[in-house]
């Protein structure tokens, strides 16, 4: 697999692109999309998520990072051909683990409020979920809960990649109808633009985008409170730890996580 890095000159395509897919009508599954539009937009990485470094956020966010596991924890693994580094979550019966990112400073980056974001990561499934308590969902990234008052996530379901921003007035959800295959490489990213939200997946072997769905309706202002953390891979509560129930861990490898702020 070709390795593909974000730049500030890529995040700023991403968020043109943003501008140009809520004017879109969604295409389908297999259809090659063009990957950006000129627009002025100029995208802050809040947090960018490498990995090659271990957890280190390169975004402009002061992150406080932390891994939290009831058995082993996440492993380095090579990202593809092109070098760098992934981490890989374990089976989650045998250990349940979530990465939580805090705003140490309290300076409401995480908070994108009626801006234009981007929410992204590259992901390569072991498996697809089995449908218990345990493994009913992929979580990738999020922040918030489904009964807060806001909440933005990134998520798979039986490997169709979907987007879910809910904000002060209302709840807007996006979902791919293209079906990830265990063992690959994706990228998927999550675009809120005003009103609308789109999903976005492209597949990094072939180099090509394969499916962009987008969905609106009114979200209004998106924030969560500080004390609440962005987590990886999981779920977890507003006080970092695991839920009791409906952990959604993630089955397989992920790079690349990005929240990007217009």
């Given amino acids: 697999m070709r390795r593909v890095r974000r730049t500030a000159a890529g995040i700023v395509a991403l968020m043109a692109t943003a501008v140009a897919l809520s004017a879109c009508q969604d295409a389908p599954a297999g259809a090659d999309l063009p990957s950006s539009a000129p627009t002025a937009t100029q995208a802050t990485p809040v947090l960018d998520l490498r990995f090659d470094a271990g957890l280190v956020n390169d975004g402009e966010l002061d992150a406080e990072i932390r891994e939290l596991a009831s058995g ?59 449908g218990d308590d345990l493994d009913n969902g992929e979580n990738v990234v999020q922040r918030g809960l489904f009964d807060d008052g806001s909440q933005y996530k990134l998520q798979l379901d039986h490997g169709y990649p979907s987007c879910l921003v809910t904000g002060s007035t209302g709840r807007v959800f996006a979902k791919s109808q293209a079906q990830l295959a265990p063992g690959s490489w994706y990228r998927l990213e999550c675009r809120r633009v005003r009103d609308d939200l789109t999903v976005v997946v492209r597949d990094l072997a072939a180099d090509r985008t394969l499916d962009q769905v987008t969905a609106s309706g009114p979200i209004g202002d998106v924030a969560v409170p500080a004390t609440v953390p962005l987590t990886i891979g999981a779920k977890a509560g507003a006080n970092g730890a695991f839920l009791a129930s409906s952990t959604d861990q993630f089955d397989g490898a992920l790079d690349n996580v990005l929240f990007a702020v217009d």
């Fill in 72 to 130: 082993a924890g996440v492993t380095f693994v090579a990202a593809g051909a092109g070098g760098g580094r992934a981490i890989a979550f374990p089976d989650a019966r045998q250990s349940r683990v979530v990465i939580t990112v805090l705003d140490r400073g309290s300076t409401g980056l995480l908070d994108p409020g009626r801006r234009p974001f981007v929410l992204g990561a590259d992901v390569r499934l072991d498996r697809l979920e089995a």
